[in-house]
């Protein structure tokens, strides 16, 4: 007799992506539940199946909004409510801010979990509707210690209902996509110690502070390289300053990018510059390659990545948290003109030249970031979902 609970999970589509991870997590899931996957708008184009059985689609239009077309979201609520009552589903989870309301309003005897990413909304209508309606869920999972507090504070959500799951890295797969071969001009590259960083080029980014920081550290360090992957509005500025300082041979951008673990993996250090960030996930891709890390105190997330158990914001030197090195947060605009560094820049430099002297520190770091890369494993971020699940 199958003993196990009956899961309806609710997902926009199937084809970004987040709900690429998604389909990870469900399928880690269907080992522990008898999932019915339902799926909003799209088709299985991919031939997706869980089970051997392919999703439920409910032909939403994703441009319709619940408000300018309550009738079709009607229709969609109890098409829900009757796949629920038809599988006898005891728990349903959904994925972004449609799903989750469609969740709600097709709630039935079982227990209602909502999957929360985005907590801004344009429409003040439809905010203080969601406000209204995500109380009536039973648990709310969200990503982050911030998304919490708010949800908390502004949507007056008890505390005992709010869960923090973070996402997922794919670890199995970055780990084979981090051992495809790299062409000869890269393999060049790689003949010496390599600093890489990888982003949109643009100003909250601030790479250009890794290259003042770079271009200092090449006067300690003769055989080193920066590799700078990504593509974005300060291209031609960037390459600008590179060869204001005569850097062409050791500063190399690649822009063009398909697949960025496989210089991830063979690079020394992996170093974020950033003014500020909306997430960490460029973190966790380079902790997934054991790459010890170099980070700004940009952002609360990757503070609290890094330094776990003491979090620190207003930094004047470089902190040696438990599993990588917070930096200063540089502020000075972009001047392709000039080789001259701020003091924050100088700090950056002095600590991607400390870690790569200190072998005992180095590798320290590098055991530390594929551990804390473990904990967004696949199969430990089911476990807390299971945990809330049942």
């Not at 006898?88 to 309301?101: D, L, T």
């Not at 620190?312 to 502020?331: D, H, I, K, M, T």
Request: proline residues 3%; charged residues 30%; contains cysteine.
């Amino acid at each position: 007799m199958d003993n196990k609970i009956n899961l309806c999970i609710i997902v926009p589509n199937l084809n970004n992506d987040r709900l690429f991870k998604n389909k990870l997590l469900i399928d880690e899931l269907s080992n522990s539940f008898n999932i019915k996957l339902v799926v909003l708008s799209g088709n299985n184009d991919d031939g997706f199946k869980l089970n051997n059985k392919e999703p439920i689609y409910l032909g939403i239009d994703q441009s319709d909004s619940i408000l300018k077309y309550p009738l079709n979201y009607y229709q969609n609520i109890n098409e829900l409510k009757s796949i629920k009552q038809r599988y006898n589903i005891n728990r349903s989870i959904s994925f972004g801010k449609k799903a989750n309301i469609i969740n709600i309003l097709s709630k039935n005897r079982g227990k209602t979990i909502l999957n929360i990413n985005k907590i801004d909304d344009d429409s003040f209508v439809l905010e203080q509707f969601v406000k209204r309606f995500y109380k009536k869920a039973d648990n709310i999972v969200v990503n982050s210690k911030a998304k919490m507090v708010f949800l908390n504070k502004e949507y007056k959500i008890n505390e005992e209902k709010l869960n923090i799951i973070e996402d997922l890295i794919p670890i199995d797969i970055i780990s084979e996509k981090a051992a495809e071969e790299i062409d000869l001009e890269a393999k060049k590259l790689f003949e010496s110690k390599v600093i890489v960083t990888h982003g949109e080029l643009s100003e909250y980014k601030g790479q250009w502070h890794l290259i003042k920081a770079f271009f200092r550290l090449k006067e300690k360090i003769d055989d080193i390289k920066l590799l700078i992957l990504g593509d974005g509005p300060l291209y031609e500025q960037l390459n600008e300053l590179i060869k204001s300082m005569n850097m062409e041979e050791d500063i190399k951008i690649i822009k063009e990018l398909e697949n960025p673990y496989k210089y991830l993996i063979r690079s020394d250090i992996y170093v974020l510059s950033s003014h500020f960030e909306y997430n960490k996930y460029s973190l966790l891709d380079a902790m997934a390659c054991a790459r010890p890390i170099v980070s700004t105190a940009c952002y609360e997330e990757i503070i609290r990545l890094l330094s776990p158990n003491n979090y620190v914001e207003r930094l004047s030197e470089p902190f040696l948290a438990e599993y990588g090195v917070l930096v200063p947060v540089s502020q000075n605009e972009l001047n392709t003109k000039s080789k001259v560094l701020n003091r924050n820049e100088i700090i950056l430099s002095n600590a991607i030249f400390k870690l790569l002297n200190d072998y005992e520190l180095y590798d320290k770091y590098m055991e530390k970031s594929a551990r804390k890369a473990i904990e967004f494993s696949v199969k430990n971020t089911a476990d807390k979902w299971i945990e809330i699940i049942r």
